[in-house]
């Protein structure tokens, strides 16, 4: 496994984790608990941040940069999902 694959692989975990940090946080009946997987979730997400920005770096993760009709697009599609 090269370095890439390690980042990658890394960065998957670390999504993982977060998105079973949040279930396990909105689904706890313990508060003291629900705060500790709280903490987690936003450690996770540091972690998460820290590993895209040296993939980033790399040139390993890439992100398309959006046009202005593209943002137009995606508003007009959420903003008419907006509960009336």
């Known amino acids: 496994m090269n370095d890439q694959e390690?980042?990658?692989d890394f960065?998957?975990?670390?999504k993982?984790?977060?998105?079973n940090y949040d279930t396990y946080s909105s689904e706890c009946v313990s508060i003291p608990l629900r705060d500790e997987f709280l903490k987690l979730?936003?450690?996770?997400?540091?972690?998460q941040s820290n590993?895209?920005?040296?993939?980033?770096?790399r040139g390993w993760y890439t992100t398309?940069?959006?046009t202005p009709d593209?943002?137009?697009q995606a508003?007009?599609?959420?903003?008419n999902q907006k509960p009336q």
């Open 6 to 8: 390690r980042l990658t």
């Open 11 to 14: 960065l998957s975990s670390e």
């Open 16 to 19: 993982k984790m977060g998105s």
């Open 41 to 47: 979730f936003n450690q996770s997400h540091h972690n």
């Open 51 to 57: 590993l895209f920005q040296a993939a980033a770096t």
């Open 64 to 66: 398309e940069q959006a």
């Open 70 to 72: 593209k943002i137009n």
């Open 75 to 79: 508003y007009t599609k959420f903003s």
